[in-house]
């Protein structure tokens, strides 16, 4: 019987054939990394040199190659169950060995880093003397994420490339008393007149939910159950003395001589608020 003829395309449409065979993967991969060995690098992070069916569907959905995957895998590894470089290329398992080797060579890599360093090409570093450069400085300068000139968590040479020019970690929120009492008379001028933003009231004391709302209503940020604590000594109620020490009786002669400037005698109350002079 005559073969079927190949089914026709919809009309007005433009795409081509859906890639199903090692020819066409292969194609591709060259096409988007320029060469075996990036491409390798990408397919294998983790530098283990063999990936199973699902490794290797997770791998192409990560480098954005779409297609028949389980044909385009069975048709690369003859029908094995693992796909390896050789399958790529029958000449990529010498050129990543002489890859390795010459990083080797050049002191980049060393014991367990080795296979998944390996993997990656040297187009992929900008400049491999100035990455061994910024290392060795990272090792006369060990901080709290290095060790041994590497990172805990970096096993590839781009995740260290990354880390030794990450910017320095911003500092959290406040946390403490002491920080909470520098951001307030840094934005209040003085302790009366943060005093008098926390207690608008003038009772003297302020609950926690009163002391969230208010310094959410200045815009302050930070853990607010922890700077309360601290602040209250692990009271109900924060009072004036707990913001600073001595401040209750510094706004109590404040507003006696603020009375008798105005001629009242100690009368009614006055506000101390942020063009106060104490603090």
């Known amino acids: 019987a005559p073969a079927a003829p190949p089914p026709l395309a919809r009309r007005g449409s433009t795409s081509a054939a859906v890639p199903c065979d090692g020819k066409a993967f292969r194609d591709a991969m060259v096409k988007k ?17 063999a ?10 959905r990560r480098v954005g190659f779409s297609g028949n995957l389980k044909l385009v895998f069975d048709d690369l590894t003859g029908g094995k169950a693992l796909f390896t470089p050789a399958e ?26 080795a296979p998944s360093l390996a993997s990656l090409p040297h187009r992929r570093c ?4 100035t990455l061994q450069r910024q290392l060795d400085a990272a090792a006369q300068e060990p901080g709290p994420q290095f060790v041994a000139t590497r990172r805990k968590s970096a096993t590839t040479l781009a995740e260290v490339y990354a880390s030794v ?50 310094c959410r209503g200045f815009s302050f940020a930070g853990n607010f159950k922890q700077i309360f604590e601290d602040l209250a000594g692990g009271a109900d109620t924060l009072e004036t003395d707990d913001l600073h020490s001595g401040l209750k009786d510094m706004l109590a002669n404040a507003k006696v001589q603020q009375a008798a400037a105005d ?11 942020r063009r106060a002079s104490l603090g």
């Open 263 to 273: 001629g009242r005698g100690g009368g009614g109350p006055v506000a101390v608020g």
């Open 165 to 214: 020019n990450a910017a320095p970690a911003r500092e959290g929120p406040p946390d403490d008393a002491q920080a909470f009492r520098n951001a307030v008379v840094k934005k209040f001028g003085s302790y009366a007149a943060a005093w008098a933003e926390l207690d608008p009231a003038g009772k003297g004391e302020i609950t926690y939910r009163e002391f969230v709302r208010v």
């Open 88 to 113: 790529l290329d029958p000449g990529l398992p010498m050129d990543l060995e002489r890859r390795e080797r010459e990083d080797r060579e050049d002191g980049l890599l060393d014991g367990d880093c």
């Open 51 to 60: 990936l199973d069916y699902s490794g290797f569907v997770v791998a192409c």
């Open 126 to 129: 900008s400049s491999m003397s």
């Open 33 to 49: 990394f320029q060469g075996f060995a990036a491409a390798w690098a990408e397919l294998d992070p983790a530098g283990k040199k």
